[in-house]
């Protein structure tokens, strides 16, 4: 599987956009500023989003991203997320207030955007792949993403600090040909890692000595 990275950094500015990947040329992980580096032609292509959470640096194009390609397509972006994340789009961003709400626009019949719930474990189809989301360590409801493609495995781990559950959890997949693990802060800033949940250099190499990779 051939990951694009188009962005991957919690702020924005230069050569450092916010999270996003793009799987195929149809179907990303977040929605971060990383997005904008897509083409509008190839922004019309996409057809699923799999968002791991709310936080502003996955999600911050997603409201102009929709603004780009209504009107251009005649089948709903599907943006998968856990309900609470949902729930926050809902609330927060598609409000008339911060945006339009466009799963309602341009029509309540055939809205911009189809929201998805996800649950944990729970294995679902994203055309030719099998996604089966992992529950995270965040501050927030946070998933990561086993995903298949014929005899290739993928493990996204998304925004999370050191958990023994979640190296379990992850150890009773088979194992992976790629493997994709955050890292937010150099060990001089353990504690603000800890604060907010991500891992560190030191907590990055314990994390994958654990692996059994």
């Known amino acids: 599987m051939n990951l694009h990275v188009l962005g991957c950094s919690g702020g924005i500015g ?12 149809n179907i990303l992980i977040d929605a971060g500023s990383g997005l904008e580096q897509l083409s509008l032609d190839a922004m019309r292509q996409v057809d699923h989003i799999l968002l791991t959470h709310a936080h502003m640096d996955h999600i911050s194009a997603l409201a102009t991203f929709l603004s780009n390609v209504i009107g251009y397509r005649e089948q709903a972006v599907r943006v998968y997320a856990q309900p609470a994340t949902l729930e926050v789009l809902r609330k927060h961003i598609f409000n008339w207030q911060v945006w339009p709400d466009f799963t309602v626009l341009p029509n309540v019949e055939q809205p911009i955007i189809d929201m998805v719930p996800l649950q944990p474990g729970k294995t679902f189809a994203v055309e030719n792949l099998q996604v089966t989301p992992i529950t995270m360590d965040h501050t927030v409801p946070t998933v990561g993403f086993s995903i298949r493609i014929d005899d290739h495995h993928l493990i996204y781990c998304a925004d999370t600090t050191y958990n023994a559950n979640l190296i379990d959890a992850l150890n009773q997949l088979p194992p992976a040909d790629q493997l994709v693990i955050e890292c937010s802060f150099p060990q001089s800033q353990h504690e603000m890692a800890m604060l907010s949940k991500h891992l560190t250099t030191e907590l990055l190499k314990r994390f994958i000595d654990q692996l059994q990779y």
Not at 14 to 25: F, H, K
């Open 14 to 25: 230069g050569s450092t956009p916010s999270t996003c990947v793009q799987l195929t040329p």
